[in-house]
């Protein structure tokens, strides 16, 4: 089934001529009208258009075979708060009914560049912010949610729907869904993917990231995005790894299943010689979580003011709500806020710096029940409020039996060495030596 | 001539039905008639359907006389890298020609919540970036430059088109030009107006602004953007100011005139009563337009990787050249100016928050004649750096008979304030007191 083909090897097939665009496309379509009346991972997609796109992409292979972009022929989802000018842009909001976007967000334009094609849009969170809730189940449970708020994007992967998605991240939104979905997520380093075209809700912590079933997808995308700088690093010996073990000051909120999942990727790493050490966050880095809320809910005022003065009957409560609290908090807050923060980030960076990555929790643990809440990001926020590359690496099961996804942070801009470290951990987690 | 009003008093007289919109949109088209074929501020106007928009605003006034916002009924001009939905967006590039976003900019759908009428698109650098530049001239002297890249917009208001207008500043795009035009110019803290819908160029620097022919226009769009949150400030009588005299490191760049205009201020501050203090930035904050250009170039390629991947032949060399520059530099020179720029940052809110406001240069002087350079930015970088409230006071003359313009700076969100003194000095400097 071609739909379960990883986005490297897809790519790979397509370029060889052993497979066809329009075959995978086909696949995925599939896959999508066998499952998504139930899972509900898509918001929009117009399976004629998704051929078209194929059957082009197929062309273009037969006349420009030497110059095929890395992923010529490749589907990709994408979340709903990036503008598409060919599909509707909607934001699971009521002020953007049917709106269409004139032009592509700059994510949307470097993957078709790329020769990725663009098979439809996922379901979000209003905004990704505090507004209407998706519709979207966990694939892996239907009476769970999926995580939020690139909810339709980790679920239509985690469903071989799709090799490939999109999603952002402000507080937790691509991190926890992954977890939630038993996917890999990442979320670069702040400011090394261009947010043009992608709804702004807070623009110090807005990060563009993307999902895949493989560590070495994501990877694909970093070198498309030119995240990793140019360098390339193979997947390390898990035997050559310094990893800390940071468990945070939000630990009490970890359940059992988060717990057990923590010691057994210890024990793992530890078997397979890693040097494994617990680290302390310190004192210069307590209560970032809190920093980030004040940043979230002041810049979120910022955000919304355009959509509360001209259409405030359409704009959700909750975020109106925040906008109130965010007056009420005033600038000074978050002036203090990004201080903290910046310098938190110098602290971090050093601190982190000794290993090749750290290994925190995801997620609480298992996708809770019910999807009027989308979980917890209390183990996502502090992460991007200090800007680092984080992943999450799938492999492991809660006692509900549902995936528990555990979180790889690292330095700013290590994003490179962060993503071949992800690719050890996984095989781990799954079993096997990345390094073969 | 109503074309000649300050926006407090059209929409003042608009209120009070002494003033009609459309009277007023009208002597600005007049004026844009008889002096824009020179002037070249405008790349985008239709006159018919400014004045249905005016007809409009004056047909609501008669409706909703009670509830009319703060702009009602007066024309503003939008610098054409921000979006707006019905008119062209061409960014003055090749890529964008005739491109017609399906959105209004955050900032341009606020103004419009508050009253505004769109009069039509003001030229830009390309991108208000490095690439093409624009076809406008100086309205004091056809033979220099407007400065740039809010060019258009500086040039509409100085040359009595529009009371109003909005332009974005990176380097010193709006501070700049409004000294080369004899306008008042404001760039509010960093963050605090969104950018939603403008190119992005450098997401730590990029900042909407706007430009006016008196102090108190920039308050009153300050109340509209909430940029002032919720404080009111009288202008303060000069005698009760203290005022810090920066002429930072990089004073031996400023002109003869420059010099002579900065005495004269410091002068008329010293006989109305001001304390005027020299102020010395020192170590911690040397060498920021450095760290702003490390900034700016590496944030670019990530601004521009999209059109450099799709359509690279029709990017300007100037851009694309500092794409490869900023290739070289890596994401450790950005991580090293962010750092440095953010410990900066708490340093000069610490030193500038002794005093009302600092006084610096604007720009190094008089506009440079010839089109094809815009200007040094050398005095306005190291203030967007420090995502610091500046405000270009024009009132005083240079030796070739041009505008210098001077600016105040003050610790960032204290944005109210800073309008306050920039209304006291701009009083001073045209010879009046403001406090009466």
Redesign the interface.
């Known amino acids: 089934m071609p739909n379960r083909l990883t986005a490297v090897d897809a790519a790979r097939r397509i370029a060889a001529g052993d497979l066809t665009s329009e075959a995978l496309v086909r696949a995925c379509l599939a896959r999508i009208a066998a499952r998504d009346a139930e899972v509900k991972a898509w918001c929009w997609i117009d399976p004629a258009q998704a051929i078209a796109a194929a059957r082009e992409a197929d062309t273009r292979r037969l006349l420009d075979a030497g110059k095929l972009g890395p992923l010529h022929g490749v589907p990709v989802g994408i979340k709903d708060i990036i503008d598409t000018a060919d599909m509707p842009t909607q934001h699971n909001s009521r002020i953007f009914r049917g709106?269409?976007?004139?032009?592509?967000a700059?994510?949307v334009?470097?993957l078709?560049?790329?020769g990725a094609v663009i098979l439809g849009k996922t379901e979000t969170v209003e905004f990704a912010s505090h507004g209407r809730n998706p519709v979207t189940v966990n694939p892996h449970d239907f009476a769970r949610t999926p995580g939020g708020s690139s909810s339709g994007s980790a679920a239509a992967v985690a469903a071989d729907m799709v090799p490939l998605s999109f999603g952002t991240q402000t507080g937790g939104s691509i991190i926890r869904p992954g977890a939630f979905c038993g996917v890999y997520g990442f979320k670069p380093?702040h400011?090394?993917?261009?947010?043009?075209g992608a709804?702004?809700f807070s623009?110090?912590l807005d990060t563009i990231g993307w999902y895949a079933r493989s560590a070495a997808d994501l990877r694909l995308l970093a070198d498309v995005?030119?995240v990793a700088?140019?360098t390339t690093a193979p997947a390390p010996a898990a035997g050559s790894l310094r990893i800390g073990i940071c468990r945070t000051e939000y630990w009490s909120r970890a359940e059992p299943g988060m717990r057990d999942a923590m010691a057994t990727a210890e024990r793992r790493l530890r078997a397979a010689g890693a040097q494994v050490e617990d680290v302390a966050l310190g004192p210069a880095l307590a209560a970032l979580n809190d920093l980030k809320e004040t940043v979230m809910r002041v810049?979120g005022?910022?955000?919304f003011?355009?959509?509360e003065?001209?259409r405030p009957d359409l704009l959700s409560p909750g975020i109106v709500k925040r906008m109130a609290d965010a007056?009420q908090r005033?600038?000074?807050a978050?002036?203090d806020a990004l201080?903290r923060a910046?310098?938190a980030?110098?602290e971090f960076?050093r601190l982190a710096g000794a290993f090749d990555a750290l290994l925190t929790p995801a997620a609480n643990g298992e996708a809770p029940l019910g999807l009027t809440f989308t979980g917890d990001p209390i183990f996502n926020g502090l992460w991007t409020l200090l800007h680092a590359p984080c992943v999450t690496v799938p492999g492991l099961v809660g006692p509900a039996g549902l995936p528990i996804g555990l979180q790889l942070v690292a330095p700013?801009?290590r994003d490179a060495r962060l993503l071949a470290v992800a690719e050890t951990l996984g095989a781990l987690l799954a079993g096997a030596d990345a390094t073969r």
Chains 1, 2 share one sequence.
């Open positions: 709106h269409r976007p004139a032009r592509d700059a994510c334009t470097i078709r560049a790329a380093t400011g090394l993917v261009s947010s043009e709804k702004p623009p110090t995005f030119e700088d140019g810049e005022r910022v955000a003011l355009d959509l003065r001209a007056r005033g600038h000074g978050l002036r201080d910046a310098v980030r110098i960076d700013r801009y």
